[in-house]
């Protein structure tokens, strides 16, 4: 049986993410009732990063150890592919040491290149073009406060990065409609755009985004790597803040979600984070319960 990866949500049918999703739920259950298994007993996970983490390192590492088994964090400073091993070999040995690995890096082609040679599961933790596990999460929290959200309106404000690309491949897996309103010249990839384009509505503006939708979604204007380009993002981006007054465009019962970390004053408001619309700290929770489900799904496929 081919060995199952996880580089971008289409690795997974519609109904495996489904239960995905529903196994989290009950994982969260679980955990927080003294009632959890370890279905990972006596497994390794190898986390490989090549960009630095709060979130994605203590969500992977904390899961490994509630579900029985052990995480090595392998950083690129630490490790020979830092000094120029190809990945295909690094890929060749890891795989044979440990049961499943993540990795957080830059090319998507990375991740890719590893999963090829790999004997074990391989989870895009991130790449610059994808961030399907930051989707789980926010997908398990819109299904926890407001049921399903196939049929729902999502509006998508600021940059067409890496979430912004994993939110039109949620469009197409859970079935929603994805607004997406980004400056000119920082749309998403065009290509992914017009396979989508079922799915996809491409707004001038933020409020004609966010008008009447379901869950808005924003993330910072300058990702790990573009810092050198910050000051020329907040004036493109100078009309794509998320605050209360956009957020009252869309549906009373809308929820927020950012994937963290946020820069308060810039892409959202100095309050946006705990307004009454937020859902960010279930949001960022979330990626613990998600992750852990994830990593069963592939070891037991």
């Not at 950083?75 to 440990?98: C, F, H, N, W, Y």
């Not at 039109?168 to 998403?188: H, K, S, V, Y």
Request: charged letters at 25%; aromatic letters at 6%; one cysteine or more.
């Amino acid at each position: 049986m081919a060995t199952r990866h996880f580089l971008t949500l289409l690795d997974l049918t519609p109904a495996e993410l489904h239960s995905v999703i529903h196994r989290a739920i009950e994982m969260k259950a679980e955990l927080r009732e003294n009632r959890a298994g370890e279905p990972m007993k006596n497994k390794v996970l190898g986390m490989i990063f090549e960009k630095s983490s709060t979130r994605t390192r203590v969500s992977f590492e904390a899961g490994a150890a509630q579900m029985g088994g052990h995480a090595i964090f392998l950083s690129s400073k630490d490790t020979q592919l830092g000094r120029g091993e190809p990945i295909e070999d690094s890929a060749r040995v890891i795989s044979r040491m440990t049961d499943i690995v993540m990795i957080r890096t830059f090319g998507h082609d990375v991740v890719e290149r590893f999963a090829q040679y790999s004997q074990v599961p391989v989870i895009n933790a991130l790449t610059d073009d994808y961030h399907p596990c930051q989707l789980l999460a926010d997908m398990q929290t819109f299904q926890e406060h407001r049921g399903s959200i196939q049929g729902k309106s999502v509006a998508w404000v600021g940059d067409g990065n890496n979430m912004c690309q994993s939110y039109i491949n949620a469009a197409r897996q859970w079935d929603f409609e994805l607004r997406i309103a980004t400056p000119e010249g920082f749309e998403p990839n065009a290509e992914l755009i017009e396979a989508n384009k079922d799915r996809i509505v491409l707004c001038s503006t933020a409020q004609e985004a966010v008008k009447k939708t379901d869950l808005v979604v924003t993330d910072t204007w300058a990702s790990m790597g573009q810092e050198e380009e910050k000051q020329v993002r907040e004036a493109a981006f100078a009309h794509f803040q998320v605050n209360e007054t956009l957020m009252s465009e869309a549906n009373s019962d809308a929820l927020f979600m950012h994937c963290l970390p946020a820069y308060r004053g810039m892409e959202i408001s100095e309050t946006m984070l705990d307004a009454p619309h937020s859902v960010v700290w279930d949001e960022a929770e979330n990626r613990l319960h998600a992750q852990k489900a994830l990593m069963e799904f592939l070891l037991e496929h």
